[in-house]
């Protein structure tokens, strides 16, 4: 079993930035490849960024390349979302999300976190 717990949200203006942090606990950590979803109102929820456990190497979806980075510290516990140059259409609720598996995909993930809102005013 694994605990995540996002962070980080809140109100921000275009243009601005955030960084969301994601700790986990419970089963090792760095067996699991972490990903960020987000769900904005009256929207599915969908991809935005994945990092493996062994590599890092990361993916990302085309609308936040360039604007989101991904990162994880395994001694820490935590997965990061850097977010800079906000959009409104960024604003949407953000979750962390652990799975055995990289994907983008939801149901590919096995643990979820209750996820923290990011709202982005113009």
Do not use: H
Not at 1 to 9: F, M
Not at 66 to 85: E, P
Not at 88 to 112: K, L, Q
């Amino acid at each position: 079993q694994v605990q995540l717990v996002e962070s980080g949200g809140g109100l921000v203006q275009a243009g601005g930035s955030l960084r969301l942090s994601c700790a986990a606990s419970g089963r090792t950590f760095s067996s699991y490849a972490m990903g960020w979803f987000r769900q904005a109102p009256r929207k599915e929820r969908e991809f935005a960024a994945a990092i493996t456990w062994r590599s890092g190497s990361t993916y990302y979806a085309d609308s936040v390349k360039g604007r989101f980075t991904i990162s994880r510290d395994n001694a820490k516990n935590t997965v990061y979302l850097q977010m800079n140059s906000l959009k409104p259409e960024d604003t949407a609720v953000y979750y962390c999300a652990a799975g055995m598996v990289v994907s983008m995909n939801d149901s590919d993930m096995d643990y979820w976190g209750k996820g923290t809102l990011v709202t982005v005013s113009s």
